[in-house]
């Protein structure tokens, strides 16, 4: 059965898209520990970081560090964590948060109420930070 990530990547499901390659998407967590808080995720559907290519990961890390920027030219934060956890999804993703403190960082403290608005406003900031470095 496909992962919930998977049925996003074909359409099955809503989601606010802010990349979107021939190797991975990325789009806006549903459950944000901040606002801006990204998923990148490869389209092949992969259950361990470990297991994947190594020019696939690559190529997530990359993704990453261009939204990454984004994020923090977006959000105006000093500093945007990454971290690859796993439980929740068996489909390997990298969660990008746009951080003040390591504190931003706890998955216990995802919002449950994000609305979809809220979620639109902050696709549309990271996209339009995206434009403004050149790199959509």
Do not use: K, Y
């Not at 020019?55 to 945007?80: E, I, N």
């Amino acid at each position: 059965m496909p992962s919930v990530f998977s049925r996003i990547i074909a359409g099955e499901l809503p989601a606010h898209f802010v990349w979107q390659d021939d190797q991975c998407v990325a789009f806006l967590s549903i459950r944000p520990l901040q606002p801006g808080h990204s998923l990148v995720v490869p389209r092949l559907e992969v259950d361990d970081w470990l297991d994947l290519d190594p020019a696939l990961l690559a190529h997530l890390m990359d993704v990453s560090q261009r939204l990454g920027r984004a994020l923090q030219r977006g959000f105006g934060t000093p500093r945007v964590g990454v971290m690859i956890a796993g439980f929740e999804v068996p489909h390997v993703h990298l969660h990008l948060v746009p951080m003040r403190t390591e504190r931003n960082l706890r998955l216990s403290e995802a919002s449950l109420t994000t609305r979809p608005d809220e979620l639109e406003r902050a696709a549309e900031t990271i996209r339009e930070a995206l434009a403004a470095t050149g790199t959509l």
